[in-house]
């Protein structure tokens, strides 16, 4: 009741002070609004760009493209390697919650072996986990249908087509075009080195071997990139744009697969090598080593069981003969040796020595016999006969009035002792010995001994078949030195380049009619009558010359006898030759190394033959195109090479 | 006179069923943006547009019902309702559903409701009433009671734990005897004492989770991946939107669902990704049209409870806007409170339109007083 007598003062003085209240109620709302507001005119003009760029980073993602890899042809355009398309099963293990239950399942639907689970798991552990990983490669038809029809229980598990190298002619050319194989560990800390990663985003395979190594670079291509829209889940809503990849450039070889089979062939059940090059250029016409082993395995992924059958074969199939087999070169740098002598006027044409079997210091007091070939000597042997015959006693002379220095110099000249420069990283130097060699080797001075052996290719002195087959070209060119390749051209996006060719320092101070005489008398070796490889060019359509070489595994006491029977087979005499055709103007230069096979005349000689005879049926002359010489004089490679 | 004459004329069925119609217009234009807006951050689900639709629709009847209902009634209720409000708060407590870790639903076997809901009007109400028995402004004593009024229900709403409605329900509290004239000089003691408050709020009433959003809230880039994902990419949403926004239906960060909560509590976020700037002027417009036109109603109005009652219904309303909007703009942490009449989803609108019928129906009962 005491309100009611104040109502209408109290009625209005309320109204006033609601009034006063509502008003700064306003004033707070709109000051709070300003507030609001001003936060948000910062986010949304001020910090504009910042927003912006961390909207497109959170759904703009950039997803790489592989490239195609460049394909590698023979000289008439047959594929030695291309990309098949093959279908394989996939995991990505970022998707997948229990792994092993996961690969329980599928295998249920697509078998899958002990060995393929294992490398899998092996393989996902260095990967990034949103990057899916075959499980299984090349997958069947059946496979592949089978799996679809479950593909919705498998969720981060699909089948993926992919292209995959494929080496169409199996083992013909392993050693030359090499192979691809999965990116390991090494690999990938190589290309990181090399700021080479990038590229290799999408990329699944690098070259292992041979051209496919060498020239990865090239075969590679640059990858392209596409961007995306992605949700939050990362699942791609949309490609925004695309920079198509750029293609790897496709390789071609002078090498004509029908050689490389024939020397399959040839050399089938034994262990050896065969090279044919074009003394002109230095291109390789046919590199093979025997035994070869089918690329195709190594791709996808080689199976453990059948890896260590390879790598622990007896007969390493791994080995590239051509490049890596280091064999006393034997009698066939006699030719070599006898040019030193003429050039040092030691010799001459007319030069004469008696042979009566053996050979013996002479003036020293030594009783050490140094044995021909043939026990009963050749009797009295001039410079001709001395390559026609392959007498030792000349060259044992020879080599111990031009001792180790000048040989040793004149050797490295034609290339021994180092790399030929093959655009293979398979390769070894083998051995040119020298004082300073021995010396560092076995901490012992080179003795005048040393020197006679090394006069007949033995001893210390190793070579490669390719060092031999360059050696010969320098021999043929008359003192140019010129690198062998295997590669003549690359066709990148459809524009066609020629390899230049390297020339190295000639060998120029030698007088052409020395060359000549070491010519004619090669020529001799093939043409006449008493020539070591008369009997295995007898009949052939060309005229060619060459030097045959049986290079002694096994020491013999000074008076014993050489025995096949009584030499264990892998102490017996390797056969090796060397030779080139037409005579007048070569074309070809061959070297054929065939691991304890016998003499060189009657076991390597043929070999060549054979080869020779295909090279001209082929008609392969007529099919190349020699590449100019470009005057750059290459210098000699000191890099390590793999394989050493 | 005329005019006013055509005026009369032209609402008066308006009028004869208590619609304000300016709030009523400010109402439906939140409406129909909501439904936009639901449609785009849902992903172009008709279906859930339909729901949304279906939700304001019912929002709308209950909004008349409640209309209709004279201001003297809820004057009466207000004591009734509170204690009922208190007792189910209290039920929930002890019966409660669990649902996302807080025990928020009461199950009458019927109906599933929230009685936090209730208290967003039970409490104003009650407030109103208690402090317009007495001469404004409030003498110490009563605003002592007031305190302990508003103190239950918001310590048993946070206890549950629902921060974001305690909030809400102690404001609509605080509002009326701010209005009722509390001394500012309270006010501003108040406020000194809020720092032991925040202390035992922290160390004792606060959830882990809770503790972790305003940790969050603090430096949220310090867990991108974790607790700061959801800031972080509603203010990405935000920012990226620009002054004129990405368009509609083009927000990559909500269509991609790098935002979460898009059509809930972040609804804003996508609403200003697709329309930027000069889309949040206008949305602050109409929120601004609405409040105004709130404010308005609670002067004019004849009768002491109604006044309290309007202004601290408008003034919650805003408070709403602010927390939602301060939230997911990075000014104030995430406490789960949805944008007013814009937000999917359930209990909110229907009080929302409940706190406006009460509105529209103080707004008309004035005139009829006059009249």
């Given at each position: ?644 | ?122 409490l104003p109400m009650m407030m109103a009433w208690f402090l317009s ?5 409030p ?7 007031s305190?302990?009024i508003i ?21 609509s509290g605080f509002f009326v005897l701010f209005l009722a004239?509390l ?125 309290l009652l309007?202004g601290s219904l408008?003034l919650t ?55």
């Amino acid at each position: 009741m005491r309100r009611n007598s104040y109502q209408i003062q109290d009625h209005s003085a309320e109204a006033n002070l609601f009034a006063r209240r509502a008003i700064i109620s306003f004033v707070f709302v709109v000051c709070m609004m300003g507030v609001l507001i001003g936060n948000l005119y910062y986010l949304q003009v001020a910090s504009y760009q910042s927003y912006q760029t961390r909207s497109n980073d959170n759904r703009i993602k950039v997803q790489p493209i592989a490239p195609n890899r460049g394909v590698i042809k023979d000289i008439n355009g047959n594929v030695l390697a291309t990309n098949e398309p093959t279908f394989s099963l996939e995991i990505i293990p970022e998707l997948v919650d229990d792994m092993d239950e996961t690969i329980a399942a599928v295998s249920e639907v697509i078998e899958l072996s002990e060995e393929h689970i294992s490398a899998f798991k092996k393989s996902i552990k260095y990967q990034r986990r949103f990057k899916g990983m075959p499980i299984k490669t090349k997958l069947t038809e059946k496979e592949v249908a089978s799996f679809s029809v479950h593909q919705h229980k498998f969720p981060g598990v699909s089948i993926e087509a992919r292209l995959a190298r494929y080496y169409p002619y199996d083992s013909f050319l392993t050693h030359a075009v090499g192979y691809v194989g999965k990116i390991n560990k090494k690999d990938i800390h190589r290309l990181e080195q090399n700021s080479q990663i990038q590229n290799y985003a999408a990329t699944r395979s690098i070259g292992k071997l041979g051209i496919e190594r060498f020239y990865e670079t090239q075969l590679h291509g640059i990858t392209g990139s596409e961007e995306v829209e992605v949700n939050h889940r990362s699942r791609v809503i949309r490609q925004l744009s695309v920079t198509p990849p750029i293609p790897g450039s496709d390789l071609h070889l002078s090498i004509d697969v029908e050689m490389q089979k024939k020397a399959q062939e040839i050399l089938d059940g034994n262990r050896g090598a065969i090279v044919a090059m074009d003394p002109r250029d230095g291109s390789i016409l046919a590199l093979y080593s025997n035994p070869s082993y089918n690329p195709n395995y190594f791709v996808s992924g080689i199976s453990q069981k059948l890896y260590s059958k390879i790598v622990n074969s007896k007969d390493k199939p791994m080995l590239n003969r051509v490049t890596q087999g280091q064999y006393p070169p034997a009698s066939t740098v006699k030719p070599q040796l006898a040019l030193l002598g003429l050039h040092n006027k030691l010799i001459t044409p007319e030069t004469t020595i008696w042979d009566p079997g053996y050979w013996r210091f002479p003036n020293l007091d030594v009783k050490r016999r140094f044995r021909d070939w043939k026990p009963s000597g050749h009797g009295h042997v001039n410079l001709s006969l001395s390559i026609r015959q392959s007498c030792d006693i000349y060259y044992y002379d020879l080599a111990y009035r031009l001792g180790i220095d000048e040989i040793s110099k004149f050797g490295h000249r034609f290339g021994f002792g180092n790399y030929t420069g093959i655009d293979l990283k398979e390769e070894s130097k083998a051995n040119m010995p020298s004082r300073e060699w021995k010396k560092e080797r076995f901490k012992q001075p080179w003795y005048k001994g040393d020197t006679i052996s090394i006069g007949i290719g033995q001893g210390y002195w190793t070579a490669t078949p390719i060092q031999l087959a360059m050696a010969t070209s320098v021999m043929v060119n008359k003192g140019t030195v010129i690198e062998p390749r295997i590669v003549t051209g690359i066709t990148n996006q459809g524009e066609y380049q020629a390899t230049p060719v390297k020339i190295r320092e000639p060998i120029d101070d030698v007088e052409t009619e020395n060359w000549d005489l070491i010519l004619k008398a090669m020529y001799d070796t093939v043409n006449a009558d008493n020539g070591t490889a008369r009997s295995a060019f007898v009949g052939s359509v060309y005229s060619s010359a060459g030097k045959t070489g049986t290079a002694q595994l096994f020491s013999l006491g000074e008076d014993e006898e050489y025995e096949v029977e009584k030499v264990a087979e892998r102490q017996r005499d390797n056969a090796m030759y060397i030779g080139f055709a037409p005579f007048d103007s070569p074309s070809i230069v061959i070297v054929v190394a065939v691991e304890n096979a016998g003499g060189g005349g009657s076991n390597a000689a043929p070999i060549a033959r054979q080869m020779m005879d295909l090279y001209f049926a082929l008609g392969i002359p007529s099919k190349r195109k020699v590449a100019p010489l470009i005057d750059i004089v290459a210098p000699v490679s000191t890099t390590v090479k793999a394989g050493e | 006179m005329a005019k006013t004459e055509h005026e009369k004329r032209r609402s008066s069925l308006f009028f004869r069923f208590h619609i304000d119609i300016p709030l009523l217009l400010g109402i439906l234009t939140l409406m129909a943006l909501s439904m936009c807006v639901v449609y785009s951050a849902g992903g172009q689900n008709m279906d859930m547009v339909i729901r949304q639709a279906v939700r304001l629709g019912i929002g709308i009847v209950v909004m008349i019902v409640v209309a209709q209902i004279s201001p003297f009634t809820y004057q009466k209720w207000a004591p009734h309702l509170y204690i009922l409000g208190v007792a189910f708060l209290l039920a929930v407590l002890l019966f409660g559903d669990m649902g996302k870790g807080a025990q928020r639903w009461l199950d009458l076997k019927i109906v599933k409701f929230q009685p936090s809901e209730v208290m967003k009007l039970a409490l104003p109400m009650m407030m109103a009433w208690f402090l317009s028995v007495f001469t404004l402004p409030p003498s110490s004593k009563n605003t002592l009671f007031s305190f302990i009024i508003i103190a239950i229900p918001t310590l048993l709403i946070a206890k549950q734990p629902d921060l974001g409605t305690a909030i809400l329900v102690a404001s609509s509290g605080f509002f009326v005897l701010f209005l009722a004239g509390l001394r500012f000089r309270i006010i501003i003691g108040l406020l000194s004492a809020s720092v032991p408050f925040l202390y035992i709020l922290w160390n004792f009433l606060m959830h882990g989770y809770q503790k972790q959003r305003v940790l969050t809230f603090l430096n949220p880039e310090s867990d991108p991946l974790g607790s700061g994902y959801h800031i972080i990419q509603s203010k990405i949403a935000i920012g990226s939107g620009g002054t004129n926004g990405k368009g509609f239906l083009h927000g990559t960060q909500s269509q991609l669902e790098f935002l979460p909560e898009r059509h809930t509590d972040f609804i804003f976020s996508v609403f200003s990704e697709e329309f930027g700037f000069i889309g949040v002027l206008m949305l602050m417009s109409v929120y601004a049209f609405i409040i105004a036109r709130g404010i308005y109603i609670a002067v004019r109005a004849q009768e002491g409870f109604a006044k309290l009652l309007a202004g601290s219904l408008i003034l919650t309303f805003f408070v709403y806007l602010f927390v939602n909007i301060g939230m997911v703009s990075g000014l104030l942490p995430v406490v789960g409170v949805p944008l007013p009449l814009v937000s999917y989803g359930g209990t909110s609108i229907v009080t929302l339109m409940a706190s406006f019928g009460i509105l529209m129906a103080i707004s008309t009962n004035k005139r009829l007083l006059a009249s």
